[in-house]
């Protein structure tokens, strides 16, 4: 590797990717929000989405096709997209960008409305749960799309979780000054997050031993470098967010249109060009080379330079009761920032990280249940951003009610589905989990 050329490289990225985030927000933050679902047939297992096509669109006539190819991945249209996920029975809802809560939950509403409608006659449910309860990970269970061929090829098996995965992700927007620091703090609250949502226990039909398997076994993906989850620390600056990225491995590369193999890590690619301004389209195969490496990084906080935005990625999808908890978390959790900084400084010193990085340890096995780095830590974080919600005046920290009601009893709703799978199997949890 010449690492001059790579050093140089790391700064022109850093440069570009910060350039995407504007100097200050001239407008209250805005939210979006990605949400996947498990759709089950009646006995639990997965149903196939690709049925829901059709009478998706009957129910709305404005929804449009997305194609790769042939495939149909998705329907799309100014309210709200539908998509394909890598497994073929989970279902995203992509809403947003909305000014506040109240316009994300409507909207949301309305898609979950028309995806409940579309599913009743095909004997189909909707789970408010953060993966798919009964199906095992195979291959055959992969939707088919090109690149995730390729990825399983890349990856090995551990790559197939996310056949069975269901998050619940919200993104916010960010200023250029919040990028890093914002950042940072979202992936140092990973256990938080965890903690208060976790909500996937069971899958093939049994008990995992931890409230949040997708998190467990998603950690396997390249768990020597922190590609999925909490970071080992903090990056700091953009430069060193972009170093870290860069030293992951190349997994995917384009070859035309085409997304094949990569090889070696992505800094041994950089290694190969001279540098050059990001903005000269000579150099435009760069820009796009680092923007596929870097979508496939998934810490649980990370910046997204399409819109400006911080996606939180750490929550299941929630019970169908409470499905605004892991979103407007998320936005306190942002909105909070400053405050929440300091009531970590406050009870855990000058760097938290090792504390927080045990706790997320023990809250993906634990949840709510798991000791908190310091007595109150968890309550006094969720009241910042509280706090921080209502100071937009709003009325939006209304739907962070769920989330005090589960600390109190310090009960995740991952505790509220073992116990309905206790009493009767993965044909009670269905019935605790399905939306009706």
């Given amino acids: 590797m010449t ?42 297992a997965a149903a196939e989405v690709a049925d829901l096509w059709a009478p998706l669109m009957a129910l709305d006539p404005g929804l449009t096709a997305k194609r790769e190819g042939d495939l149909i991945v998705g329907l799309v249209s100014d309210q709200v997209e539908f998509s394909a996920e890598v497994g073929r029975g989970t279902i995203e809802l992509i809403t947003g960008p909305e000014p506040d809560l109240h316009g994300i939950r409507a909207r949301h509403d309305a898609a979950l409305d028309h995806l409940t409608e579309a599913c009743r006659p095909l ?27 390729v990825l399983l090829d890349v990856i090995g098996e551990s790559w197939l979780w996310f056949t069975l995965t269901a998050s619940d992700q919200v993104h916010l927007d960010l200023a250029r000054d919040e990028l890093t620091p914002i950042t940072d703090l979202g992936n140092l609250l990973a256990g938080v997050t965890v903690a208060l949502t976790a909500n996937s226990p069971i899958f093939g039909g049994a008990d995992c031993g931890a409230v949040s398997a997708r998190e467990k076994e998603m950690g396997a993906i390249h768990a020597g470098s922190d590609r999925h989850g909490m970071p080992r620390a903090a990056d700091g600056d953009c430069g060193a967010m972009i170093r870290r990225y860069v030293g992951q491995a190349h997994l995917l590369s384009w070859d035309g249109a085409r997304k094949v193999r990569g090889d070696g890590d992505f800094s041994d690619w950089l290694a190969q060009r001279e540098p050059g301004a990001l903005d000269d389209p000579a150099q435009a195969d760069v820009w796009e080379a680092f923007l596929l490496h870097e979508h496939y990084i998934w810490n649980s906080a990370r910046p997204r330079t399409a819109h400006a935005t911080l996606e939180l990625r750490a929550a299941c999808q ?8 892991a979103t407007a978390l998320g936005a306190a959790l942002v909105e909070g920032a400053p405050a929440i900084a300091q009531v970590l400084a406050d ?19 634990s949840g709510l249940r798991a000791d908190e780095p310091a007595p109150g830590l968890v309550r006094a974080i969720l009241e910042a951003g509280r706090d921080a919600l209502g100071a937009r005046g709003l009325g939006e920290e209304a739907y962070l009610a769920p ?22 199997g993965a044909a009670a949890l269905i019935a605790h989990a399905a939306r009706r």
């Fill in 3 to 44: 690492e001059p050329r790579v050093d140089a490289w790391i700064r022109l990225l850093a440069d570009h990717f910060s350039s995407a985030f504007p100097q200050r927000l001239d407008a209250p933050r805005t939210i979006g929000r990605e949400a996947e679902y498990p759709v089950v047939r009646a006995d639990g």
């Fill in 123 to 149: 004997g189909y449910q909707v789970l408010g749960y953060g993966i798919q309860p009964v199906t095992p990970a195979t291959p055959a269970f992969m939707t088919p799309k090109a690149r995730y061929g």
């Fill in 318 to 325: 929630q019970p169908l009761d409470t499905h605004m908890a």
């Fill in 347 to 365: 009870a855990l010193g000058g760097d938290p990280w090792p504390a927080m990085r045990r706790y997320h340890h023990d809250a993906v096995r």
């Fill in 403 to 424: 989330l005090f009601d589960r600390l109190e009893r310090r009960s995740s709703p991952a505790h509220d589905a073992l116990a309905a799978f206790e009493s009767g």
